[in-house]
């Protein structure tokens, strides 16, 4: 279920029954994102603003269709896994990233042609569980070097991190900082950490 300025339902149902369907879902996501920086790279808008797009996905059932009465009426979509998609689109302003996915999708997706990396364990409101979460950075076959770079040695960081290993996981995401938001967002989270402890 991705949710971004509109609704698009996924059901899990769907999913399971084609993933080609789940990936061209994903794929229509990404275009739209990469409109938005074109169009803000281009001589269209002055000044300093630059839009921004974040997305969320997870997967699951949801209650879609048009629901009100007959003097109002709207379309949308009611569920839990509306609710996580949406609390996952916000949780991208903490990482610096555009797509935030469930590890619901990742299973079902699987890692196929889409390059991705596990991001960090997040509490979500209304869950008592951690859930894992993962970016969608590519994909595979229009992937750069250094995206390359940070879906492999990111998610080795965030793991020494989660074991207490601070230098060793400081020592990884330094060659990262510069072109990666998530991982100036970790080193930050260790130096807090690191001050909390002294």
């Known amino acids: 279920m991705g949710v971004a300025q509109a609704v698009r339902p996924l059901t899990r149902g769907q999913m399971a029954a084609s993933l080609d369907a789940a ?19 281009s001589k269209i ?3 300093d603003y630059t839009p921004h797009m974040r997305i969320g996905l997870h997967s699951g059932e949801a209650l879609v269709g048009n629901i009100g009465t007959a003097e109002r009426i709207s379309f949308t979509a009611i569920g839990d896994c509306v609710n996580l998609a949406s609390r996952l689109e916000e949780r991208n302003k903490d ?9 619901v999708v990742r299973q079902e ?22 859930l894992e979460v ?27 991190f989660w ?10 995401l330094e060659g990262l900082a510069a072109t990666d938001p998530a991982s100036r967002a970790l080193l930050a989270r260790m130096a807090a950490a690191g ?4």
Do not use: W
């Open 134 to 160: 993962f970016e969608l950075v590519n994909f595979r076959t229009e992937a750069t070097a250094e995206e390359q770079k940070i879906a492999e040695i990111y998610p080795q960081a965030l793991r020494l």
């Open 109 to 130: 997706r699987g890692d196929g042609e889409f390059l991705g990396r596990l991001l960090d364990l997040v509490a979500v409101e209304g869950r008592r569980e951690k």
């Open 195 to 198: 001050a909390a402890a002294l």
């Open 45 to 47: 808008l002055e000044g």
């Open 23 to 41: 990936a061209a879902h994903v794929q229509a996501l990404f275009d739209p994102a990469d409109r938005t920086l074109r169009l803000a790279r």
């Open 95 to 103: 990482y610096g990233t555009r797509i935030m996915a469930s590890d």
């Open 163 to 172: 074991r207490g290993e601070f230098a060793a996981a400081r020592d990884m």
